[in-house]
């Protein structure tokens, strides 16, 4: 069986590689470089917990109309005209509800259970890259704060996750972690979660695919997707790739790739920054989430990560400086002794956002032998093991698999085989 998988990011690499570990001749085929448009910007948390609930959540969406009038909030919608943005955002309301919460954290949940283990599944066969079990420490700057916290640690146990997290005061958040500084108050650990510098994971996966005789192509963007009878045809720019089976990941770009085949995804980015330090001035233990930031820090084998804010655009690679600013503020205000230093590297993150919260895992009704993995937002690095290891299963032995029943693309897709601007409305959450 020949299977092509479209993006060459965390989410289709840990998909061709669950799919050539069943034995099907994978080919990948990435639009730019490796991992260049998400995970060199990414925190890389391996966190079944925290990564399990939703962005759509109850409160969100008023505390996002607060934040529009601060062009350096954590999270900005950048306003247009346009109605596909209006369709994003009336869904995302919708979505916010608490019953449809709660069936959204009932699925994370129940697909992410699986994420740790298949980590270590790759590593013991043979696949190379940086992790660390280290748990997720909150610092926070209040205690009200970290109790809120707990309250959503309550939820993700109430729907089945199985890690164990600590309360923190003051005096036992600084023990843990010395270098943070006095205006934290109070905190959370949650001793489950991981964490991984996610460039690593992309080049890991995509060696051992090319160590056992599979092709990973990189700079090689598909143009258009067609069936010819039995058989899928790829046409990139000077040739046409022929293969029974494709797996679209193309992060953000999924939609136009799949829109001509009558299947409607209205991606958004989900524009993240992420500062990497090499040799960081302070020595930081653990993975931590700054809470009232809302900033990542990553504390990887020589050098620290910051990455924070959720811009729900379309695609842009520019830098904005007082989305810099507010985060390099954040490791001032929060870590002890932090100098006001320029970063190594700067790098934005193009994180495909669906207005349910939800990814799109699985195949496509009408069209055999398609599929499409994406959508996975701010958590691709954590849901890239489970969602590829369930896709092979699809893809592969042609199997239902109930954990993805709730992710499936045709939630989205329109009674009719052909396109439509307008979007029906979802079957599940």
Request: aromatic share 6%; proline share 7%.
């Amino acid at each position: 069986m020949k299977v092509a998988v479209i993006g060459g990011g965390a989410i289709g690499l840990a998909a061709a590689y669950f799919i050539a570990e069943k034995g099907a001749d994978v080919t990948v085929l990435e639009r730019g470089r490796l991992g260049e448009t998400t995970s060199e910007a990414s925190a890389g948390w391996l966190t079944p917990g925290i990564s399990s609930i939703p962005v759509a959540a109850p409160g969100v969406v008023p505390q996002a109309l607060r934040w529009m009038v601060r062009p350096d909030s954590p999270f900005y919608v950048h306003p247009r005209l346009s109605p596909s943005l209006a369709s994003f955002l009336i869904r995302f309301w919708r979505s916010s509800s608490s019953m449809r919460f709660q069936a959204a954290l009932r699925a994370l949940v129940a697909l992410n259970r699986s994420t740790l283990p298949l980590l270590d599944e790759m590593r013991t066969n043979g696949v190379q890259f940086e992790m660390h079990n280290r748990g997720l420490l909150f610092a926070c700057l209040s205690r009200q704060a970290a109790a809120k916290e707990a309250e959503a640690y309550n939820l993700l146990r109430q729907a089945g996750f199985e890690g164990d997290f600590t309360l923190l005061d003051a005096d036992e958040i600084h023990a843990l972690e010395p270098t943070l500084s006095d205006t934290v108050e109070a905190g959370l650990y949650s001793k489950l979660e991981r964490h991984s510098r996610p460039e690593t994971i992309v080049a890991g996966l995509a060696a051992h695919l090319r160590q056992h005789g599979l092709t990973v192509r990189e700079h090689s963007p598909v143009l258009k997707i067609t069936k010819r009878q039995t058989v899928w045809e790829l046409r990139l720019r000077d040739e046409v790739i022929q293969t029974d089976k494709v797996v679209v990941a193309a992060g953000v770009w999924t939609g136009e790739l799949v829109r001509p085949l009558g299947l409607r995804l209205n991606f958004l980015s989900g524009k993240g920054y992420g500062l990497t330090f090499e040799q960081p001035p302070v020595t930081v233990q653990h993975p931590m989430y700054l809470i009232e930031a809302k900033v990542a820090l990553s504390p990887y084998t020589g050098a620290l990560r910051l990455g924070g804010t959720l811009e729900l655009m379309r695609p842009d690679a520019t830098l904005a400086s007082r989305r810099l600013a507010a985060i390099r503020a954040a490791a001032r205000k929060y870590l002890r002794d932090w100098p006001d230093i320029e970063p190594t590297m700067a790098r934005t993150g193009q994180r495909p956002m669906l207005p349910d919260s939800l990814p799109a895992i699985g195949p496509v009704n009408g069209h055999d032998g398609l599929f499409v993995s994406a959508g996975h937002g701010m958590v691709g690095i954590t849901m890239s093991a489970p969602s590829g290891a369930a896709l092979a299963a699809a893809v592969v032995d042609g199997k239902t698999v109930p954990e993805l029943m709730p992710f499936s693309p045709n939630r989205f897709r329109r009674h009719s085989s052909q396109p439509s601007d307008v979007e029906s409305e979802p079957v599940a959450a």
